[in-house]
Nanobody
Framework: QVQLVESGGGLVQAGGSLRLSCVAS????????MGWFRQAPGKEREFVTA????????YYSDSVKGRFTISRDNAKNTVYLQMNGLKPEDTAVYYC????????????????WGQGTQVTVSS
């Protein structure tokens, strides 16, 4: 079992930046791949980015590539999402997820989820 708690969401103007954090407890964090997903009103939850257990492999959706950066600090049981150049279409609830596997595989879904943090980008 893994418990995940996200923080760092808020309201920001277009072009601004936010840094989300996700603190994990429970199952050994350092062995799990981690991901960020988001869900906008009326839309399905979508993949944003993922990182493998060691942090040396990262994956991004085309919509955020070049603007968002995922990283992790296994000593702090924390995964981060640095979001730069935010756009109104980035507005969503952002969810942190922990995979059972230590590597990320395309189109797979995390086994454990956080409660989400709201990100709102004004134009």
């Amino acid at each position: 079992q893994v418990q995940l708690v996200e923080s760092g969401g808020g309201l920001v103007q277009a072009g601004g930046s936010l840094r989300l954090s996700c603190v994990a407890s429970g199952r050994t964090f350092s062995t799990a791949a981690m991901g960020w997903f988001r869900q906008a009103p009326g839309k399905e939850r979508e993949f944003v980015t993922a990182i493998n257990w060691s942090g040396d492999s990262t994956y991004y959706s085309d919509s955020v590539k070049g603007r968002f950066t995922i990283s992790r600090d296994n000593a702090k049981n924390t995964v981060y999402l640095q979001m730069n150049g935010l756009k109104p279409e980035d507005t969503a609830v952002y969810y942190c997820g922990a995979y059972y596997s230590n590597n990320y595989y395309q189109a797979t879904i995390p086994l454990w989820w956080g409660q989400g943090t709201q990100v709102t980008v004004s134009s």
